[in-house]
């Protein structure tokens, strides 16, 4: 997917949603008296070193809208034990083992509160997310040259785009008269993705060779689609293809 067309969707979705919330806000007539505002921390996105905030705004009886927003510096793969039993390849394995990314995503949404009034009770929430994922990896493989075999090593880096669409459940309680805990309970979402990483390295046409074959494995991991050229220069893997992914966390909120 082009840059400018991944952002001209984001922007039309999000357009979307808003106008949408407008037009049903249009439609209540009573007064909204406490305040209008949340702001919240989801703290459960830490066990990803992730940093999740997101702004919710009433905009009628039983709807509100919200603008999430996350981030999380270069780390390495989280939970790496389940990411490797995911993949079930000891080679490709090794090979993107010192994986590291970092992330950011922007995520509006509008709720629709099932309980007696916004803010609280269960709830359902259309929503769109754009992300945009860094990646550095240091690709190692192994080159045999006259019955001898040495490791080779590749650094990689590049970026992924996201744009994905989906249905938030979730619930929410008023813990005090301006704290609330907000519960993501699950919030599938689906929709596609594109982008590549690179490197510069000389490389003889042994190498050339063994980089192709190892890169081949890459075909192994889930949920992406990926094409890869090789050159006496280096090498370039474009990732292209679907994007799937789960919304859950856990937010202590301040209604102002």
Known sequence: MKKNFTKNSIILLTIMLLSAAVSVNAQENKPETE?????????????????????????GKKISVAVGVRFAPKSGVPFPGQVEKLIDDEDTWNSIKDFKTGNTAITPEIRFYMGKGVFRGFYVAPFVRYSKYTAEVPYTFDVEVGGTTRTETMPLSGDVTALTGGLLFGAQWKLSKLVYLDWWIL?????????????????????????????????????????????????KVDFDGPWAGLRAGLSVGFRF
Do not use: C, H, M
């Open 187 to 235: 919030g599938p979402n689906y929709g596609t993705s594109s982008g590549n990483i690179s490197g510069k390295k000389t490389l003889n046409s042994e190498e050339q060779q063994a980089l192709r074959e190892s890169l081949e494995d890459l075909s192994d991991l889930p949920l992406v689609k990926t094409k890869y050229e090789v050159d006496g220069e280096g090498a």
């Open 35 to 59: 305040s209008k505002n949340l702001v919240k921390w989801n703290f459960a996105a830490l066990a990803l070193k992730n940093y999740s905030f997101q702004y919710e705004r009433a905009i």
